[in-house]
C-alpha cells in the first residue's frame, strides 16, 4: 500500500540554524501539507500546497518558514532559523481531493 | 471564537464494550468532519469520513453520526479490543477553506481486559 514517507526521522538543530524536513507524499496526490505538533499538545495545521502553491497557510506559517516541491516527488518544508518553540513533531500529509489525508510518520525536531 | 472540543483527554473502558468519543465544535460550518487515530509517536492514521449532509458512517466496528444542529459529532466502537487503545482525533474541514483540517485535541482510549 503507498505511503508518505518522510525524513529524516529526528533531527537536532542549534537555535538560529535553518532546516529542511523532507516528505515524499503518495505518487498520485495532489494535495500536499504540512502539520506540527508540539509534545502533549494538538496537531497544528502549518501549510497546504497545491498546483505548485500555497493555497492556505496558518498564523505559525510565518516569513521563517517555505514550502517547495522541487521535483514530482519530493515536498519540502524549511525553516530558516529556528527557536526553541520550533521544536516539535513535524507531519507531511497528501490527499487526491480534499477528503481523508494520509499522513507520514512524522520528522522529531529538536532545537537547542 | 472557534472551538473543537473532545469529550475527555481519557477513556478506560473493558475489553468487549462500545466505546463512545464525543467531538463538539463552535463557530465552524464544516464541510467534513473526520476521526483519526494516532498511536503515540506516530502520524495520524485516517479512519471515516462524514460529510455535512450524512448522518451517519459505518466501517466494521466503527460509527461515525453527525449532527449540524447540535454541532456534535459520536464516535463509536463496539467490541472494543485492547488493540484499540489509541488517541482519537476529530478533525474539521471548515467550508470555504482550500483544504485546511483544524484538529481537536484528541481523546485517548485505553480499552482493558
Known amino acids: 500500500e503507498p505511503e508518505v514517507t518522510q525524513t529524516p526521522s529526528h533531527q537536532v538543530t542549534q537555535m538560529g540554524q535553518e532546516v529542511i524536513l523532507r516528505c515524499v507524499p503518495i505518487?498520485?496526490?495532489?494535495?500536499f501539507y504540512w502539520y506540527r505538533q508540539i509534545l502533549g499538545q494538538k496537531v497544528e495545521f502549518l501549510v497546504s500546497?497545491?498546483?505548485?502553491?500555497?493555497?492556505?497557510k496558518s498564523e505559525i506559517f510565518d516569513d521563517q518558514f517555505s514550502v517547495e516541491r522541487p521535483d514530482g516527488s519530493n515536498f519540502t518544508l524549511k525553516i530558516r532559523s529556528t527557536k526553541l518553540e520550533d521544536s516539535a513533531m513535524y507531519f507531511c500529509?497528501?490527499?487526491?481531493?480534499?477528503?481523508?489525508?494520509?499522513f507520514g510518520p512524522g520528522t522529531r525536531l529538536t532545537v537547542t | 471564537s472557534q472551538k473543537i472540543e473532545q469529550n475527555s483527554e481519557a477513556l478506560n473502558i473493558q475489553e468487549g464494550k462500545t466505546a463512545t468519543l464525543t467531538c463538539n465544535y463552535t463557530?465552524?460550518?464544516?464541510?467534513?468532519l473526520q476521526w483519526y487515530r494516532q498511536d503515540p509517536g506516530r502520524g495520524p492514521v485516517f479512519l471515516l469520513l462524514?460529510?455535512?449532509?450524512?448522518k451517519e458512517k459505518r466501517k466494521e466496528r466503527l460509527k461515525v453520526t453527525f449532527d449540524t444542529t447540535l454541532k456534535q459529532s459520536l464516535f463509536h466502537i463496539t467490541a472494543s479490543q485492547p488493540a484499540d487503545s489509541a488517541t482519537y482525533l476529530c478533525?474539521?474541514?471548515?467550508?470555504?477553506?482550500?483544504?485546511?483540517?483544524?484538529f481537536g485535541t484528541g481523546t485517548r482510549l485505553q480499552v482493558t481486559l
Open positions: 500529509a497528501s490527499t487526491w481531493d480534499r477528503g481523508e489525508q494520509y
Open positions: 505518487s498520485n496526490h495532489l494535495y
Open positions: 500546497f497545491y498546483n505548485n502553491e500555497i493555497s492556505e
Open positions: 463557530n465552524y460550518s464544516p464541510a467534513y
Open positions: 462524514i460529510r455535512e449532509n450524512e
Open positions: 478533525a474539521l474541514l471548515n467550508t470555504g477553506t482550500a483544504s485546511k483540517l483544524t
